[in-house]
Structures are given as structure tokens and as C-alpha cells.
């Protein structure tokens, strides 16, 4: 027998083809499909090449996770997951594997909401919205496919455009896609430009995702609030910055100010990247040692909106133990799943307020006490394990997805289920389009304390009794307040087949009682 319902939802995964229709790929990031399973080649296509910094204890080995690869993770772990289910009629969730990564779609690229709801057998009324899609980018227009946003469409149009003379059947499965839940990096909370109905946002994937137990204890480590670090502020500068939004200036100035101070007050680490179809490129090994190590000796790393408002750096400066620093609303908004508090974990500044040195050096040890308390505890929901039964950024994603699906994790029942298998003894499963099902090993997980259930079937009984006890009391009551109904006086409101009132009768009769 199998615990469900125990903290941690169900989750079905469709096994969607290569592709989906007329050529048009379900997933642009296969590349790790195929690979083997637990292998280090298959943790560095997910996660990225390790890389190594010296710490105070001992070395760190890190992983240059690409900021685009929330599906991919996503996608292994779920389906190496305890709570992964084999049948739809288990699930408290069902998760889609389409997505684009690596690349914009395009009108020639994107399938029409129909062809997708062609591959989904388990949706209908009642598990429309537990269906989670994903984009692994912040779901502006360039970033997803017309059925994302609900709208009824055919290849050919611009991917902006609505075709309002659709066949009925693409107009209600574009309809359908308004309720189907969806995760990016971005949501309307944050960026009211963010496109498409119930989508919420998930961190990206940072420094820390993807390590050993051993790495993850050391991070952790380096994480505590009292731990050393010399320099007040830092900042990563680079190519990112719209001008929209002034980014480009603000890092300018931030750049110019934080040189002007120079160590230990602030320290400046310039990212020299190469961009190809927004997917950014090229950090060596030297640009992810200095950019850490500087982070991890910082209290306060600088965290300016880039494209947009939210970035990975965020993530990074978080699970690095470094404060970020926000210059935008916007900013605070982001990843509540995962950081339901950010103003425990982060400072708010505004420019026109002056220097942001100065601004910070006018926060009190106290305070700043506190917000690396706020950062360290913050980080345990915001890496992508390789362990399962962690509470990360996944397994928090998928929590808060159920709960808001309308998921009771205190419910809980026994139910017929497959053995779990030790790590040691586990067989492999079956390959799920060419991903396989068991890529990494699952952490050990406590079977919780159950409830006795006579607990909740004689609660229900005993309330159902007290209900139908005072209704039928209260019936009576009412019953016995009423007057009793006198004959109408008017023939049209006696019922044609009703019998004379004997005073009546007897006036029929004559005085006497007889025939007149």
C-alpha cells in the first residue's frame, strides 16, 4: 500500500511524441534525452559544467545552470519522483512536457490550441486547471504560442493576432487553455505584459541547483548570517538593460558609483557575455569564480531590473547568502511561491534618494542581522535538487499548485500503489520519449502520522445528525405558528375536484337542511 495525500501532491506526466504536428517539436531542449541515466554528462546537460571556487572551507564546486532550463529540470525530477503517478486517476496534477527553451517560436513553429488538446486524454471539466504548462522563459508574447493566452488561432497568422472566424472547436480549446495552470519566470503580478490567464511565477534556476549533498551542506554553511563578509555592496554588470524601463542608466550609474568607492565599500564584476536569440552565452571559468567568490564575500549584491524586472541574479545572490538589492515594485512581486516575504530577504532602494552606498550604510547591523537570516532561510525553497523529498524550488512549485487547485494535504488515505524501491534496489523504468523515468535517486522519505478514519466518518455523521434534528425542529415550529387557511371565497381559488364546506352545503339545502 501506498500513503497519499501525505504533504506532497501526485503528479501525472503525459508522454507526448517528438512531435506534435506537421513537424513542430514539443520540446526545443532534447538534448539530454538519451543520456544516461544518473550519469555525470546527463547533470551537466541539465545543470550545467561544474566549476569550482576556494572558500574558507575548502573548495565549492558550483554548476553554471543556464537560466532557460526551469522545463528540463522540471521534467527530470517529477519523473524520478516518489510522487510521480503511472495512472490519471491517481493524480492531484497533471504536467504537460511542451515547452520552448533554447529559441523564440514562431508562427511556423507554434501549434494551434487544438492539436494540443489532441494529446491531452486525461482534461475535462473537473482537471482542466490541475493541467500545469510551462515556459522556462517570462512568457512575454515572443516567448510562448498563441494557445498560451487563450486565443483561438491558425498557422500563418501572426502570432499576435486572433482569429475570430476559428471553428468552433479551436475557439473552445483556446478557451480551455484560460483555466490550465502555467509556470514561467514571470507573471502578471509582477509584469502586467506577461501573457496568459492562471500563470505563476517560478524562479529560475540558480547557483546551488544541481549539487551533492556534501556541496549543498557546504553552501549552506557559507549561508549563516554571522559568517564573515567583508565587503558592504558588489555588483554584476553587463550587456542586459532596456531602455524602456532605464535599466541601462541605472547600471551605469551603479557601475560608476561602486567604482568610485572602490574595496572594501564596493566591488564591481563586469560579465562579458555573448547573446544569440536572447539565450545568453559564453561565461568563461574565470567571469563564474570571480563573480561567486565576490558574492560570497558581499552583504549586499546589486539586483537592477535587466530586460525585465525580474533576473537570475536574484536567484544567485540569495542562494549565495548575499542580500539583493531591489529598484523595483516590480521586483518584490516575484516567485511568492517560493519567497512569500521578500521584504524579509531583500532592501528596496530608491535612487532618488541619493546614493545607494549611502543608503546602505545607513541600515544597522541589526537589520542587516536580520535579512541574512530572512536570505539563508529563504534559499532552501529556491535551488533545483538532485535529490528528491528536499522541499526546492520544484517540489514548492508543485505544493502550491495543488493547494491552489483546491489540494488538503491533511487528508490522508490508504490506497493499493506500486512498492517504492530503495535507491539501491530500484529498477528502471521504461524511457518516457526517450527521457528515463529514474534519473537520480530519491531522498529518503518519512511516512507521515496518519489519522484514525472512525475520526472524520462519526464527526460527518454526528454534524449530518444535529442538522436534519434542528431543520426538522424548526419546521415544526413554523408549522404550529401559522394560522389555519379559511376557505377562499372565491370559486376560482377552490380546487374544481374540493368538497363544499358544510355551511355551505347547507345554504344549497335551504334554512332547514331540506330542498327549497
Not at 528596496?348 to 542581522?369: C, H, M, N, P
Request: with cysteine; charged share 20%; net charge neutral.
Amino acid at each position: 500500500f501506498k500513503s497519499i495525500g501525505r504533504g506532497k501532491p501526485r503528479v501525472f506526466v503525459y508522454d507526448l511524441p517528438v512531435y506534435i504536428a506537421d513537424g513542430i517539436p514539443t520540446r526545443d531542449d532534447r538534448q539530454c534525452d538519451g543520456l544516461v541515466s544518473g550519469s555525470p554528462d546527463l547533470l551537466d546537460c541539465l545543470f550545467g559544467a561544474e566549476f569550482t571556487v576556494r572558500t574558507e572551507i575548502g573548495p565549492l564546486t558550483l554548476r553554471k545552470t543556464d537560466q532557460y532550463a526551469m522545463g528540463r529540470i522540471f521534467l527530470w525530477r517529477i519523473m524520478g519522483s516518489v510522487s510521480r503517478v503511472a495512472h490519471p486517476d491517481e493524480a492531484d496534477l497533471f504536467f504537460v512536457p511542451f515547452w520552448y527553451s533554447d529559441a523564440f517560436p514562431t508562427p511556423t513553429t507554434c501549434p494551434t490550441a487544438t492539436e494540443i488538446m489532441a494529446h491531452l486524454h486525461h482534461l475535462d471539466a473537473i482537471t482542466v486547471g490541475k493541467h500545469i504548462f510551462v515556459s522556462p522563459r517570462v512568457a512575454h508574447n515572443g516567448d510562448v504560442c498563441p494557445f498560451w493566452w487563450g486565443h483561438p488561432w491558425h498557422r500563418g497568422l501572426p502570432k499576435g493576432a486572433v482569429d475570430y472566424n476559428a471553428p468552433v472547436h479551436e475557439k473552445l480549446a483556446a478557451g480551455h487553455m484560460n483555466s490550465v495552470m502555467k509556470f514561467a519566470l514571470e507573471d502578471r503580478d509582477c509584469c502586467w505584459w506577461a501573457v496568459g490567464e492562471n500563470t505563476h511565477s517560478i524562479p529560475y534556476p540558480g547557483f546551488g541547483s544541481g549539487l551533492d549533498l556534501n556541496m549543498t551542506r557546504k553552501l549552506r554553511k557559507l549561508r549563516e548570517p554571522n559568517r564573515s563578509r567583508p565587503i558592504l555592496a558588489m555588483g554584476a554588470f553587463g550587456i542586459h538593460g532596456d531602455h524602456k524601463e532605464h535599466s541601462k542608466s541605472l547600471r551605469a550609474e551603479l557601475a560608476k558609483e561602486c567604482k568610485a568607492h572602490g574595496l572594501p565599500i564596493c566591488s564591481g564584476v563586469v560579465l562579458k557575455v555573448i547573446q544569440k536569440s536572447g539565450h545568453t552565452l559564453g561565461l568563461s571559468d574565470g567571469t563564474f569564480t570571480e563573480l561567486v567568490t565576490t558574492m560570497l564575500r558581499s552583504r549586499f549584491c546589486f539586483q537592477p531590473t535587466g530586460d525585465t524586472p525580474s533576473r537570475k541574479g536574484i536567484i544567485d545572490s540569495i542562494l549565495l547568502g548575499c542580500i539583493p538589492v531591489l529598484f523595483s515594485v516590480n521586483q518584490t512581486r516575484l516567485w511568492p511561491w517560493n519567497l512569500p516575504d521578500l521584504s524579509n530577504a531583500s532592501v528596496l532602494l530608491d535612487v532618488a534618494k541619493g546614493s545607494v552606498v549611502d543608503q546602505l550604510k545607513q541600515i544597522d547591523e541589526d537589520r542587516v542581522t536580520q535579512l541574512r537570516s530572512g536570505v539563508a532561510e529563504a534559499a532552501e525553497s529556491l535551488a533545483y535538487a538532485i535529490q528528491d523529498g528536499t522541499g526546492d524550488a520544484v517540489e514548492a512549485a508543485l505544493y502550491h499548485a495543488w493547494i491552489h487547485t483546491g489540494g488538503r494535504p491533511e487528508e490522508q488515505h490508504l490506497t493499493p500503489g506500486p512498492t517504492v524501491w530503495s535507491s539501491s534496489t530500484q529498477p528502471a523504468r521504461k524511457e518516457h520519449h526517450g527521457l528515463l523515468a529514474f534519473g537520480h535517486e530519491a531522498a529518503e522519505e518519512k511516512t507521515p502520522q496518519q489519522r484514525p478514519r472512525w475520526s472524520d466518518t462519526w464527526i460527518g455523521i454526528l454534524i449530518c445528525a444535529f442538522s436534519i434534528v434542528i431543520g426538522v425542529s424548526i419546521s415544526v415550529m413554523v408549522l404550529r405558528s401559522c394560522p389555519k387557511q379559511p376557505g377562499s371565497a372565491r370559486g376560482r381559488d377552490k380546487p374544481p375536484f374540493a368538497t363544499p364546506a358544510k355551511e355551505d352545503h347547507n345554504k344549497l339545502l335551504g334554512s332547514d337542511g331540506q330542498n327549497s
